[in-house]
């Protein structure tokens, strides 16, 4: 499972813009792999529609629609790896963060997730110009060892991601998050650059290949 969310932990919209081309990119490949909503979260629950305000837009029939913050779950079927994807990509919940990481890791369960990743981006002192640092790292020293990541040794506040990691300790769920720097200078979003290093680092953990696309000469041209 592969969670990412806009907001606190998302810096130049670098995470959700990984998550969004790891959906987008098997679609529009020419391979079979197609990404299937499984499932959604009820907005009504877990958002403050006054912080992330629904969104109006007219249809091609011209007919007026609302779109609502929730987070989206979908299927990726990849018949050439031992496991199969869920990609978990919404907005940030603004309330209830315990009962929304209950329900999330309830379906992971459901659906036997083995391991759980985490996407984020932070602002670092780092130049555009070099290769964007993608750090691993996990919550628990022997999970770390295990899967050859760092042990997380942050402390202080947390977002939605921090509280999901250790749910999944907390069930036995492996659970790794990888974090990409965003020169804190260029911040502005969205950041390809950030989201192909994410991509990239995700591949090289879980040894697949992810369709490119346009995104690194959506890279080149942000740099």
Avoid at 45 to 71: A, C, G, K, L, M
Wanted: proline residues 7%; negative net charge.
């Amino acid at each position: 499972m592969v969670i990412a969310f806009s907001g606190w932990n998302d810096a130049g919209e670098a995470a959700t813009g990984a998550a969004s081309h790891l959906l987008a990119s098997w679609t529009d490949s020419s391979t079979d792999v197609v990404p299937e909503l499984i499932a959604d979260v009820d907005p009504e629950d877990f958002y403050d529609f006054q912080v992330n305000r629904p969104h109006i837009y007219v249809d091609e029939s011209q007919i007026r629609n609302i779109t609502w913050p929730t987070t989206e779950i979908f299927g990726v079927a990849l018949p050439e790896f031992d496991r199969d994807l869920v990609i978990v990509k919404g907005t940030e919940p603004s309330m209830r963060w315990k009962s929304f990481t209950r329900e999330l890791l309830d379906l992971a369960d459901d659906l036997e997730v083995s391991l759980v990743i985490t996407l984020g981006s932070m602002l670092a002192d780092v130049p555009h110009s070099r290769p964007i640092t993608v750090s691993g790292s996990s919550a628990h020293p022997d999970l770390a060892t295990r899967l050859g990541v760092e042990v997380s040794s942050y402390e202080g506040p947390t977002g939605i991601i921090g509280i999901i990691v250790d749910g999944c300790m907390r069930r036995g769920i492996d659970a790794v998050s990888l974090w990409a720097a965003i020169p804190h200078y260029a911040s502005n979003s969205p950041s390809p650059k950030a989201s192909l290093a994410l991509v990239n680092a995700l591949e090289d953990f879980l040894d697949i290949s992810v369709p490119q696309g346009e995104l690194p000469d959506e890279a080149t041209e942000w740099e």
